[in-house]
């Protein structure tokens, strides 16, 4: 899972891509960094290390997300740079960096709703482009109706200043659109950088009507404290933590409400050589959960061999649930749930 932080400068985004990866990227060099930073973080999960207790693998591997830090535009009426918006359609999510704290480098106050209403119409203008050009070449090809008709239905609602996450495409219609990679069809999280003092306020009524009819997901973080926080040795984030008030680490809370926004879940594989999480659409069937693992088990699938976690951890593992009758054997179609332990049997 790939996901960029994107937002104008000076909203803190490089303090969050910090707070979030426990690196230490530099602060404030949005003026000449004109490349994205990239670090890869391992989503916590202590069901791993529970699995791990009972099987005693070699290596325990968690699922990964990437963060990617792109920088802002120069000047806010230049949009957004070539460089990035090529990057950020390799995303499978942006996380946009809302500053919420007084900064006195800032040329202007901080405006949450302005800055959110201005990146929604980057994203607007970038995905017109693409569509207006696309469309221009149309006009020179013949066999391209459907593509040409529902390109057409896009432009008219980008023209509506709406974003194409808001409207439902058929399975054939994404099909041609997941090509171009639409940047206001990508899921948008709202990461509202606030002041320590600030943190467990409640949002203000622009933006809290803003988020509900935009229908996006809102996370508040204290970027510059967090930043800090996750500098620290594990043992000693904790306490931290709960002076803050809080019970989890920005890290774990941001993984959550990406999980959450991208309709993602885990299923486990365990064994001698390794205990590890896998990320799979809730909705995946067993057939398409084998092929996350290698395309020969997907290709070859005879069975799922499935026992829920819960099981696994109270019949301490495989043999004890085959021994009570908790493994249960599934065939392709099956939807596979969060926390199943899987077997997967196959022939190539």
């Known amino acids: 899972m790939k996901v960029g932080l994107v937002g104008f400068a000076r909203a ?3 303090t969050i891509f910090n707070a979030l990866t426990g690196l230490s990227a ?9 490349e994205a930073s990239i670090a890869v973080v391992k989503v ?8 791990a207790e009972i099987v005693h693998p070699e290596q325990k591997k968690y699922a990964e997300v990437t963060f990617l830090d792109f920088p802002p535009p120069e000047e806010r009426k230049v949009g957004l740079e070539t460089e990035a918006l090529v990057q950020m359609r390799e995303c499978d999510a942006l996380a946009q960096v809302v500053r919420a704290f007084d900064d006195p480098l800032a040329p202007t106050p901080p405006d949450p709703l302005r800055d959110l209403r201005a990146f929604h119409a980057e994203l607007i203008l970038a995905d017109l482009a693409v569509v207006e050009k696309r469309l221009e070449r ?3 090809e013949k066999g391209k109706e459907r593509e040409q008709e529902l390109l057409e239905k896009c432009l008219t609602i980008l023209e509506e200043e709406k974003p194409l996450r808001q409207t439902s495409f058929l399975p054939g219609e994404q099909a041609i659109l997941s090509g171009f990679a639409f940047l206001s069809q990508k899921p948008l999280l709202v990461v509202y950088n606030l002041a320590e003092s600030a943190l467990h306020e409640p949002f203000s009524a622009s933006i809290r009507e803003y988020i509900t009819n935009e229908g996006l997901s809102i996370v508040p973080i204290c970027g510059k404290v967090e930043m800090e926080i996750a500098q620290l040795e594990e043992e000693e984030r904790g306490a931290f933590l709960a002076d803050l008030g809080l019970t989890e680490s920005a890290r774990d809370r941001f993984i959550q409400q990406t999980y959450a926004l ?17 990320t799979i659409t809730r909705g995946t069937t067993a057939v398409k959960a084998a092929g996350k693992i290698h395309s020969d088990i997907e290709r070859g699938f005879i069975r799922a061999e499935v026992i829920t ?27 596979v ?12």
């Open 309 to 335: 976690y819960e099981d696994y951890l109270r019949y301490r593992g495989e043999t004890g649930c085959r021994e009570v009758g908790k493994m249960r054997l599934e065939g392709k179609d099956y939807v």
């Open 138 to 140: 149309l006009k020179k």
């Open 26 to 34: 530099e602060v404030g060099s949005f003026d000449k960094k004109r």
């Open 44 to 51: 916590p999960d202590p069901r791993v290390d529970a699995l």
């Open 262 to 278: 991208l309709n993602l879940m885990s299923f486990f594989t365990a064994g001698p050589t390794e205990a590890r999480a896998w």
């Open 337 to 348: 749930q969060d926390g199943d332990v899987v077997h997967f049997r196959f022939k190539v």
């Open 12 to 14: 803190g985004k490089t």
